[in-house]
DNA sequence: AATGAATGAGGCTTCATTCAT
DNA sequence: TATGAATGAAGCCTCATTCAT
């Protein structure tokens, strides 16, 4: 954590370079190739895939030209190879047994499992923005990127998300509403923050801790006063 | 409501041509600057701004390419003719005393204003669904557009629902929590439903009255279940 | 030549119109026609034929794009209409016999020729300036333009500046040297001027009468000082 | 000289080239940007700049025409990195001491001035003429050449020509007339056989040692024969 | 006679991609 | 492995010219 901070503060917005260090010791990528993405990345973030012209990807990260196209054959490859891997550690908790990483155990209220989802999924969000800006823009756009996404969120993911849903319905935690609404008021809400967060009003004062809370007490009870709740009158 | 189904089912989505026509008898507009209007709507909707040729646009609409240039100096100035003037009017019911058209006259109860409110905000993203994603995916690239947004939307319309929030908040309808989180919450809720109907599973056999009082209970009372709910303890 | 002098302070420059009404009368030129004429004129000098779009002159001579070509079948038309009939207007004075216009009888010394030529030349040149500047802009580029200046200029005026001044070669008047070279020198000396006066410097203070001394001065016995002359040795 | 003549019958018109290669060791210029520069420079030549088309001049010069914006951005830079050289080479020697390179000491005489400076620039002219024409051409409607233009040939030259000739004038060698109307003079006698020689009848049998003691004689002592000169009255 | 909407060929320029070095 | 010169298709845009009104 505090190196994580430290490396925030170093170069704002550049986080995603950790993880994406730990892949290419993996996949033992070279330092152009890094850089590439890099500025790949940046650029693709702030212009748009298609206004992004490989030539001033290959300047940003101080290759030549050419050499973009030995580590990825077009450039679609190259959007494919940020967003893809991307994508896949996104949903990665919802994938794990028991939300391994989210949760150590078993949630043991609906309330705590979504707290410890919002507080995982914000920090994965601050470090990934860049790419899941790119994310949301080319979706519409990219055939493949769009199949990745229905197969892998709309499928095990929601099916994942359904079961718990109906787990803590069942439990009498959830209100008795179909099950996708709910599934529908949550990620509204969850999104709906983050995005207020990192996108809109980045630079405002955000108290997280106290902001989650408020965002969760909204999702559990809503924002009707004392005037129309049933059980005050 | 009849007809406007009978035009859906004519041509899916292009539901904008009664409001366009509307305009094109206001502002003279010619068959085939509207074709021109169409076929870009069509185009950068599908294939992002970047990404659409003007020549791809003038064939869609059965002009030659120099016929654009007569009607929009630049390809971007055909752009902002089309999400400029749907902009102002997304947010038209905001500039209006009383909501006028939304509500016929002060809104009794939040519940009522929120209701009213959806209603309206639905039927005016379904007409103008292509146009909405055109804005949405281009605000982040266009200058122009982000400034008129910001002028418009973080101007106006935040000023004004913060003032019908912090009313209702005085008569006790809404909880005490800070005006910004509620709007978050409302909006996310409101947005939320919208792109789940329009967006992502337009196909879907959507019972939209039902869907809305759902939502509508959701950002009032939240999902906790009775094992939850401190009053039934 | 009163009224001459007022039309040159209304609107400098456009001396020319006067010429051109008077053709106008002869040839029954329409107030349209003389207007795109006009324009033309402009902006062909002030941005050359090949950089001038007709549209451009159509505003400015305040018609219809497509009225230009009801008088003129194609723009190369347009220039040809404006430059042809000036370029038989500057050798008018040649054609004519014993320079009628220019000397009323036939010249007593070759300088009072020399002196009665840059006068009237002067004139004319700063009454069809702008079309003489198109002219020599265009005559490398237009060969329907060359065959013209070639035939008329090349045959038949050097003819007859040939005839004159083998004429006062043979008084004495000339030095015995090659006519051609002869013909250089001074019409070199009097566009040098020319350009000089309307071109390069047209803002300075000349003194037209005493500049034209000076001028037939260094034609007739050139440059050189006391000390190298021979004759005053 | 000899084989200058060689080249000259080789490719009429391009010994250009050898100046540009010389600057294409100096500058490290490639084949094809040479090519480039070649076609450009006969394409502008012949027919204007605006009426020249990149692709033609890429045809010409055999390579793809994006390959000439790899090296200038744009057809206009291509015309200023012909034109802008030139014009420093066309003025160098005014702007060395002593005129080094025209005169191997300082001018002995006017005359031998004036004559070494006429044999030095209508070689320079011979070999530049396509690059000169263009030049001429496009001042008047390019403002970059224009500036450029003014501060060097009015800027540095007519300062150093003035200064020549007035101290020509105090030695009595120049008959007192103000300086401006003799370089006036002199320029135009000079630029007049240029054009005569290059531009008009390049093709005539031109004796040029003789061509320029005419002119020189003509400069210094006019055109008056023996029946109007005071001195042989 | 005059208009001006419409055309489409052609202009300049960009850019993803290739390939010889 | 890395380069960057070269490509040429395609993009946006201009403009002379036509033609129905």
Not at 46 to 71: H, P
Not at 177 to 189: D, E, K, L, N, Q
Not at 211 to 232: H, K
Request: avoid cysteine; hydrophobic fraction near 45%.
């Amino acid at each position: 954590m505090e190196t994580d901070n430290a490396a925030e503060q170093q170069h704002e917005g550049e986080q995603w370079i950790e993880e994406l260090l730990a892949i290419s010791q993996e996949e033992k990528m070279t330092p152009k190739q890094i850089a590439i993405l890099e500025a790949a990345i940046e650029i693709f973030s702030d212009k748009g895939y298609s206004a992004a012209a490989t030539s001033e990807i290959a300047q940003k990260a101080g290759v030549a030209e050419g050499t973009i196209f030995r580590y990825y054959k077009t450039k679609k490859d190259l959007l494919l190879s940020i967003v893809g891997p991307t994508m896949s550690r996104m949903i990665a908790p919802f994938v794990m047994r028991n939300f391994d990483g989210v949760l150590d155990g078993p949630p043991e209220s609906y309330e705590a499992f979504l707290r410890a989802f919002m507080v995982n999924r914000l920090e994965f969000a601050r470090k990934n923005f860049k790419i899941l800006k790119i994310l949301i823009q080319e979706i519409p756009f990219q055939p493949a990127l769009r199949e990745q996404f229905a197969e892998n969120v709309l499928g095990q993911v929601l099916e994942r998300v359904t079961a718990i849903t109906e787990h803590f319905k069942e439990k009498g935690e959830i209100i008795d509403m179909p099950t996708p609404a709910i599934i529908r008021f949550t990620v509204s809400s969850v999104i709906g923050y983050l995005l207020a967060r990192l996108l809109f009003l980045p630079d405002s004062d955000w108290n997280d801790e106290e902001e989650i809370e408020q965002t969760l007490a909204f999702m559990l009870y809503g924002i009707s006063g004392p005037a129309v709740r049933p059980e005050t009158k």
